[in-house]
């Protein structure tokens, strides 16, 4: 084990260091409901690659000033490590004393990635420039931003939805290398927020069962006997019994007959019970898909699930009731 760690410090001196900080700070993270200020004691700072290239560069001048006694290049070497505490200071002054705060984030589908919402505030008079949001170990998917002075940045971490549930999002990291690039400062926080994921819809294909109930109707387009939908001129054909005969007198060369639509049952019970061929995860699946359907059909529908019924309605929030209902149900 030992031989492991002394092997992994000679090829990745920057990364082994990183790994040996996080483990230590991680186990310290807790899950906090914000805002999450980030004070002296949780910033870490250590050189980057090309700080520690920068340092072994101005090891050599200062080798070299000394063996020849030169001047001008201790000028030069003393410089640049100035310049270097400089640039380590202002990296880490640069994330000192912000704050961290939960925001906003919408539900999505399984097999979609959720976006979490994080606000970044900056207390300082001062812009504060090249911040990098993101998940442990992945740097590749980091958002940045500028925080401008006395305001606040809004930055959005990407996270796979893989499941139906909630979503608890991770611990994350805001880090910054501004300046130069020559040291690495970080946090870590957590904050306590959520997203909610609902099953993936089905495929497009079958169709909901009958409704059983009649709880409200709706008139059909097509021709019906059941209520009055206005006149229209007599056709060819038409029965003697729906001439409008009131209206025969004031028109005897064009009489009216009298229109009538057929009301139709509208309202859709999407039934649990109605699905026994499906597992419990490919009947949320299913019933998300009829829910998203008949929402677009315009069309009133309630829901039943073991232990819960949702009264027929429509709309975005009976929509939203009934994919939480689904995204959250618990087999008995």
């Not at 807790?30 to 980030?38: D, E, L, Y």
């Not at 070299?64 to 001047?71: D, E, F, L, R, V």
């Not at 419990?280 to 315009?298: A, K, P």
Request: aromatic fraction near 10%; charge should be positive.
């Amino acid at each position: 084990m030992r031989v492991w760690l002394v092997v992994k410090l000679l090829l990745h001196p920057l990364r082994f260091l990183q790994d040996r900080i996080d483990a230590w700070v991680m186990a310290r993270v807790k899950r906090q409901p914000g805002p999450i200020p980030v004070p002296r004691t949780r910033v870490y700072i250590v050189p980057t690659r090309f700080g520690y290239g920068f340092a072994f560069m101005a090891a050599l001048m200062l080798a070299g000033s000394m063996n020849y006694s030169n001047s001008m290049g201790f000028a030069l070497t003393f410089l640049l490590g100035a310049l270097g505490l400089v640039c380590m200071h202002q990296t880490h002054g640069n994330l000192l004393n912000v704050q961290l705060r939960a925001g906003k984030t919408q539900p999505v589908f399984a097999g979609e990635v959720a976006h979490f919402e994080i606000l970044v505030d900056n207390p300082a008079p001062t812009q504060r420039y090249s911040f990098a949001l993101a998940w442990p170990r992945k740097d590749d998917l980091a958002v940045t931003a500028d925080i401008p002075a006395e305001g606040s940045a809004t930055m959005r971490i990407a996270l796979p939805a893989e499941r139906r549930g909630w979503l608890p999002a991770r611990v994350f990291s805001l880090s910054t290398e501004f300046p130069l690039g020559l040291f690495h400062a970080w946090t870590w926080a957590e904050l306590d927020m959520a997203c909610l994921v609902y099953p993936k819809p089905a495929a497009p294909g079958r169709m909901p069962p009958p409704s059983s109930g009649a709880m409200g109707q709706l008139p059909s387009n097509s021709a019906g006997q059941d209520e009055f939908a206005g006149l229209r001129s007599y056709h060819r054909g038409d029965s003697m019994k729906s001439v409008h005969w009131k209206s025969l007198p004031k028109s005897p060369n064009s009489p009216m007959v009298k229109q009538f639509t057929e009301l139709l049952d509208q309202e859709l019970w999407l039934d649990w019970d109605k699905l026994p061929d499906l597992d419990v995860e490919s009947r949320l699946s299913q019933l998300t898909r009829w829910v998203l359907d008949t929402e677009n059909q315009g069309h009133a529908y309630g829901l039943r699930l073991p232990g819960l019924v949702l009264a027929p309605s429509r709309g975005e929030t009976h929509q939203n009731e009934c994919l939480r209902a689904l995204a959250l149900y618990q087999a008995q």
